[in-house]
């Protein structure tokens, strides 16, 4: 299957400050790319969907200027976290699709945010 | 907006049983529904996946069958083992612009020696 990478694996920052986190698709061009949320022993919660060359579309109750997402290229989508706090403090993970009707959704080792 | 729930949330069986996970959604115009495996702080892993078209999948030990009429589709797993321990999430499509996949609330599966 196609290989999606998320960079960094884990991060740990202190408040009020802002962390970016990497998506990419290695093998494969990715339109569209999706973050999602995942709190412990819970569901992952779509955040946002990212669309190459436009402007992301967020899932109600997501704050746009909290996390701002970039999608620069048909292979990397960016998530930033923007003056974080300790409540940001959770699991990310991104997923790219190859589009079309090629569905199947394939994911980023995801992001083990830690804010202090 | 799609209301995904799935059943049950928790299962323990003995190794060498059966379990069943159903998942039932509201959106009718859904056509594709996977389901995903997730280990303690890994990604989800695609382990089966069947399209609206479809009554049922079958890959070794593991299938899904779709009824679209009743709006649910079930992961079967046969034969458990101890690797199989895992949680269980359902995801089906919600068809539109994009092919958002809107998670279930996942099952949390232990398959004991």
């Known amino acids: 299957g196609a290989v999606v990478s998320q960079h960094p694996s884990r991060v740990i920052c202190k408040s009020g400050t802002s962390v970016k986190i990497e998506c990419r698709s290695l093998d494969f061009q990715a339109t569209t790319m999706f973050w999602y949320r995942q709190f412990p022993k819970k569901s992952l919660m779509l955040m946002a969907t990212s669309n190459e060359g436009s402007k992301a579309t967020y899932e109600q109750g997501v704050e746009k200027d909290k996390f701002l997402i970039n999608h620069a290229s048909l292979t990397l989508s960016t998530l930033t976290v923007t003056s974080a706090h300790p409540e940001d403090s959770s699991f990310y993970i991104c997923?790219?699709?190859?589009?079309?009707?090629?569905?199947?959704?394939?994911f980023g080792q995801g992001t083990r945010l830690t804010v202090v | 907006g799609e209301n995904v729930e799935q059943h049950p949330s928790t299962l323990s069986v003995q190794e060498g049983d059966s379990a069943v996970i159903k998942c039932t959604y509201s959106?009718?115009?859904?056509?594709?529904f996977p389901w995903y495996k997730q280990e303690l702080g890994k990604r989800p892993q695609l382990i089966i996946d069947i399209r609206s078209n479809v009554g049922e999948k079958k890959d070794q030990r593991i299938a899904v069958t779709l009824n679209k009429t009743a709006k649910h589709f079930s992961l079967h797993i046969t034969e458990t083992q101890p690797e199989d321990s895992a949680v269980y999430f359902c995801a089906p499509l919600r068809p539109g612009g994009y092919n958002k996949l809107i998670f279930g609330a996942g099952t949390r599966l232990a398959v004991h020696p």
């Open positions: 997923s790219a699709q190859q589009g079309g009707m090629n569905t199947e959704a394939f």
């Open positions: 959106d009718s115009a859904s056509n594709y």
